[in-house]
């Protein structure tokens, strides 16, 4: 089984702060995604990544950017975390080229910035 | 830019039948998936359309029409555990989906 494991469940951080989300999956995929959730939005994405080094912005990428210097973990970094980043984080991943639709989420990072 | 419109919630009993619709307005269009989401759980895999027409994964079904640009997930024979949050996709390439606002179902006894 595909395991995407998310560093934190829970973070609280104060406004200003830089705040980083860990990502890390053990299947070899390479396509790596960063998604946020909050409620009656739906998911959106923020930054994606089809192999190492990689990255494109997807459709709400200000304020955050991302890192993969491994093939296996993708991180989310808030350079200077405000009030309106306070959602829930999603991470996702599938295998490349293959268009069968299919993503693989983590169980999430809910963040609070106060 | 794109658009998926879904309904908000739907409440059903138990062993009905409920239809969740799907438009989407989107180009690069590659075909449409469904994700289910329980309270504080991931978003899981239901199904893929890559061509019209019906696919059929036990209880569950989703169809597309590429004309329309349209598709719906069934849920039969509904069960408790199907009170989710559902979710359509749209791929528009090497799996990046764009997700719909999502879909509450509660089912009630």
């Known amino acids: 089984d595909v395991k995407v494991t998310q560093s934190s469940r829970y973070l609280v951080k104060r406004t200003g702060e830089k705040v980083f989300l860990e990502c890390v999956q053990d299947m070899d995929h390479e396509n790596m995604f960063w998604y946020r959730q909050d409620p009656g939005l739906g998911l959106r994405l923020i930054y994606f990544s089809y192999d190492v080094k990689m990255k494109e912005k997807g459709d709400i990428p200000e304020g955050y950017s991302v890192s993969r210097e491994k093939k296996e973990r993708f991180s989310l970094i808030l350079e200077s975390a405000s009030t309106n980043q306070t959602s829930m984080y999603l991470c996702?991943?599938?295998?490349?080229?293959?268009?069968?639709?299919?993503?693989?989420f983590g169980e999430g990072s809910r963040l609070t910035v106060l | 830019g794109q658009s998926l419109e879904q309904p908000s919630e739907v409440t059903a009993v138990e062993g009905a039948i409920v239809q969740i619709n799907c438009t989407y307005q989107t180009s690069g269009f590659y075909g449409l998936s469904w994700y289910q989401q329980h309270d504080g759980g991931a978003p899981t895999f239901l199904s893929y359309n890559g061509l019209d027409g019906l696919e059929e994964t036990g209880r569950f079904s989703s169809f597309l029409s590429r004309s329309d640009s349209y598709g719906y997930l069934l849920l039969q024979e509904l069960q408790m555990k199907d009170s989710a949050s559902y979710f359509c996709a749209d791929l528009v390439g090497n799996n990046r989906l764009a997700f719909g606002k999502g879909n509450q179902v509660v089912v009630i006894p």
């Open positions: 996702a991943t599938s295998s490349g080229g293959d268009y069968t639709g299919e993503l693989f």
